[in-house]
């Protein structure tokens, strides 16, 4: 059964650079039916997606973040990874990394990880 | 892009039923809705994706037949019915906007906090 694991530092100084990565297991990042993508959830509010990637490379990212997210891919760990710039108090939040179908029919995120908690504090 | 309404919170007694519901904006009334359930200290699961026609495709692991959506105009609902303990939860809704296009965005609700009583 495929799995997600969030990992990364949980404490960010203002101004610096969030860095995640999620480690799959139980199945390959290298497959062309999926596309893998982080989403997060500030204390007390609903889920913001922040964007995709596919095996390949190609990314989708929220217009809100653009500016500031990178996400990559690993295909040799399997694992992939979001960096987001210049943080601030805002961007404290559970990240969560996910697995969605390429198929639009059925491209819903499924599985998720558990998440990880970053809180972006001086 | 969409933009998707829940109510904050509902509660419900042990063996009733309850329905939850996720609001479109104007405009984007075709469009289908994802639902999501998160248990406390848990990451989402996937329950099912519901359109005006109902369901579409299948549901998520584990999810059991209490379970069931249905859709009408700019509303998505989730409907449990015979509520268990286990399924006291927030229930997020989210969509695609794009898909299809070179351009795919995710938008969610704001999540709903349900209460077994």
């Known amino acids: 059964q495929l799995q997600l694991q969030e990992s990364g530092p949980g404490l960010v100084k203002p101004s610096e650079t969030l860095s995640l990565t999620c480690t799959v297991s139980?199945?390959?990042?290298?497959?062309?039916?999926?596309?893998w993508g982080w989403i997060r959830q500030p204390p007390g509010k609903g889920l913001e997606w922040i964007g995709s990637?596919?095996?390949?490379?190609?990314?989708y990212y929220n217009p809100s973040l653009k500016s500031r997210v990178t996400i990559s891919v690993d295909t040799s760990k399997n694992q992939f990874s979001l960096k987001l710039s210049s943080v601030t108090a805002a961007d404290t939040a559970v990240y969560y990394c996910?697995?969605?179908?390429?198929?639009?029919?059925?491209?819903?995120?499924?599985?998720w990880g558990q998440g990880t908690l970053v809180t972006v504090s001086s | 892009q969409p933009v998707l309404t829940q109510p904050p919170s509902a509660s419900a007694s042990l063996g009733a039923s309850v329905t939850l519901t996720c609001t479109l904006s104007?405009?984007?009334?075709?469009?289908?809705v994802d639902w999501y359930q998160q248990r406390p200290g848990k990451g989402p699961r996937f329950v099912m994706r519901?359109?005006?026609?109902?369901?579409?495709?299948s549901k998520g692991d584990g999810i059991p037949d209490r379970f069931s959506v249905l859709g009408s105009g700019l509303n998505r609902y989730l409907t449990i019915k015979n509520i268990q303990e286990e399924d006291e939860s927030d229930y997020h809704c989210?969509?695609?906007?794009?898909?299809?296009?070179?351009?795919?965005?995710?938008?969610f609700g704001g999540g709903t906090k349900l209460t077994v009583l």
């Open positions: 104007s405009g984007y009334s075709n469009y289908k």
């Open positions: 990637i596919y095996y390949s490379g190609s990314t």
């Open positions: 996910a697995r969605r179908k390429v198929v639009p029919t059925t491209n819903w995120f499924d599985p």
């Open positions: 139980g199945g390959s990042i290298s497959s062309s039916s999926y596309y």
């Open positions: 519901v359109g005006t026609g109902g369901i579409v495709g």
């Open positions: 989210g969509a695609d906007h794009g898909s299809g296009s070179n351009f795919v965005y995710w938008v």
